[in-house]
């Protein structure tokens, strides 16, 4: 079946630093991958869409220049949360799916990354 | 906008009792509808994925309906055991995206 590797799984930054978070399809070529954020308790909220080789799509609300998200082949996506807060501490997940509706597949997800700033 | 919603938010049962999870959406132009795990601090493990086309699936104990003109999905897990104790996600593929509820907290009770 498809797995997605996400790491790291989790990481603590000092508040200011830049952190990268890397998001691997490892058996499938992941024409579209997804970065999520959850908060304690809460549902998942999307952030952006990224197509291989286009700039990621970001939702409302979200800053394109603080969560930097390059998706630079068919396998590999990274999230980059550039000058850090503590309010950005959260759990992040990426998705990837062979196809933008899913496909026969559906989405996989990877396992998050709990980033804690301090 | 696709607005999900899950229902109970929570449910604590009994070993061995079955579970019912309801999960209904706003609009019906979807793609598909997939049922997901998810286990405190951990990622989304997906547990079924129905087509659009498709009234329902199964896997193990596990069965997914779905009515797409009303708006639903149900969610059964047959004979309940404390390792399905868990948070479980309903997610609408749509506008090439996933659009989640809130989630069903589930304890399953030894």
């Known amino acids: 079946g498809a797995v997605v590797s996400q790491h790291p799984s989790r990481v603590i930054c000092k508040s200011g630093t830049s952190v990268k978070i890397e998001c691997r399809s490892l058996d499938f070529q992941a024409t579209t991958m997804f970065w999520y954020r959850q908060f304690p308790k809460q549902s998942l909220m999307l952030m952006a869409t990224?197509?291989?080789?286009?700039?990621?799509?970001?939702e409302q609300g979200v800053e394109k220049d603080k969560f930097l998200i390059n998706h630079a082949s068919l396998t590999l996506s990274t999230l980059t949360v550039t000058s850090a807060h503590p309010e950005d501490s959260s759990f992040y997940i990426c998705?990837?799916?062979?196809?933008?509706?899913?496909?026969?597949?559906?989405?996989?997800f990877g396992s998050g990354t709990r980033l804690t700033v301090v | 906008k696709q607005e999900v919603t899950q229902i109970p938010a929570a449910l604590s049962v009994p070993e061995g009792e079955n579970l019912v999870l309801n999960c209904s959406f706003t609009?019906?132009?979807?793609?598909?509808l997939q049922w997901f795990r998810q286990d405190p601090g951990k990622g989304l493990t997906s547990l079924l994925l129905i087509q659009s086309s498709q009234r329902e699936q199964t896997s193990g104990r596990l069965n997914a309906s779905l009515d797409k003109s009303s708006g639903r999905s149900t969610l059964y897990i047959a004979a309940s055991q404390p390792g399905d104790s868990a948070t479980y996600l309903c997610?609408?593929?749509?506008?090439?995206?996933?659009?989640f509820g809130a989630g069903t907290t589930v304890t399953v009770r030894a």
């Open positions: 609009d019906s132009a979807i793609y598909n």
């Open positions: 998705s990837a799916t062979r196809t933008g509706t899913g496909g026969s597949d559906g989405y996989t």
């Open positions: 990224s197509n291989e080789g286009s700039k990621a799509t970001y």
């Open positions: 997610a609408v593929g749509d506008d090439y995206k996933l659009s």
